[in-house]
């Protein structure tokens, strides 16, 4: 079974998947290979669905499901060369809830209550630029230009490069860690316990739980919340909906057009037709 794990790991690499999605592939075909009692060569497209049914009975979610798809789809594709297995086996409709966001002073009242110094700066970088975790974290000393006012990001979602604004506060922040930690300058935001290897996230996702305990919100707060709320908060700041794509990083312009669902800069100036009726509506009596 490692061998199967290795063999996923691997192709993943050579097709430029990142890491995080090679590892993911691999325990999803372990599972599934488990799961059935059959090597990959054995397997049948009933195998498939029939595995698929019964994550859905486990009450797994259809964006769940949907990754577990994407891995087998990968597994038979790519690595065992049976793309016929997949054949009939249609991808869940994953859910699109609205994305949760924070006002700004829920934001600064969580920012203020983390006590660790790298996971208030950390989480600062995210809501300040849209960055996704990963992406904070692999980000250089190199990779901040000041000069220029820009921060590359060079290890975006599917390899994906790009630059976002670095702005004179967050550089000022920037700065100000840089004079307290001395991270080297292959990584800017470095581990307690190497300055070889980044940031822990999930050190990060839990001071950031605690911190929204401790101020009281009921909320859900992790980086990613801080990603949406940036999103959001730049919309309602008058950013244009395809100048906001370039900065998240999005492949497709849908998945930005999700936080015009949850920005109010419309909203209040929006009326009702009720509103400009001539006539006195009588409620009671």
């Given amino acids: 079974m490692g061998e199967l794990q ?41 195998d498939v669905r029939d595995y698929l049914l019964y994550l859905h009975e486990l009450g797994l979610k259809a964006s769940t499901r949907k990754v577990h798809v994407s891995a087998l789809r990968f597994l038979f594709r790519y690595v065992h060369f049976r793309p016929d297995v997949m054949v009939a086996i249609v991808t869940p409709k994953a859910e699109a809830p609205l994305p949760q966001i924070l006002s700004h002073s829920e934001v600064v009242a969580v920012l203020d209550a983390l006590t660790s110094v790298r ?71 470095p581990s307690r316990s190497s300055f070889d290897r980044p940031f822990a996230k999930t050190t990060l996702r839990c001071s950031l739980h605690r911190a929204a305990a401790a101020v009281g919100l009921q909320k859900p707060v992790g980086p990613h919340i801080l990603r949406h709320t940036y999103a959001t908060h730049m919309l309602e700041l008058g ?4 100048e906001l794509q370039v900065l998240l990083g999005h492949r497709s312009i849908q998945t930005t057009t999700r936080y015009t669902q949850v920005s109010t800069r419309h909203l209040s100036r929006l009326q009702s037709p009720f509103d400009v009726t001539d006539s006195e509506a009588r409620l009671l009596g």
């Fill in 6 to 46: 290795a063999e996923i790991v691997a192709e993943a690499c050579l097709r430029g998947y990142s890491e995080l999605t090679g590892r993911s592939y691999a325990a999803r075909g372990r599972r599934f290979v488990n799961h059935v009692g059959l090597s990959p060569d054995e397997v049948q497209g009933e």
């Fill in 119 to 189: 996971c208030r700066i950390v989480a600062t970088t995210i809501y300040a630029t849209g960055l996704r975790i990963s992406e904070v974290l692999a980000l250089r000393g190199a990779d901040i230009d000041s000069k220029r006012m820009l921060i590359h990001v060079r290890k975006g979602k599917g390899g994906r490069e790009r630059f976002v604004p670095l702005t004179p506060k967050l550089l000022h922040y920037l700065r100000a860690y840089w004079v307290v930690m001395r991270p080297h300058d292959a990584v800017l935001f």
């Fill in 239 to 242: 950013t244009g909906i395809r």
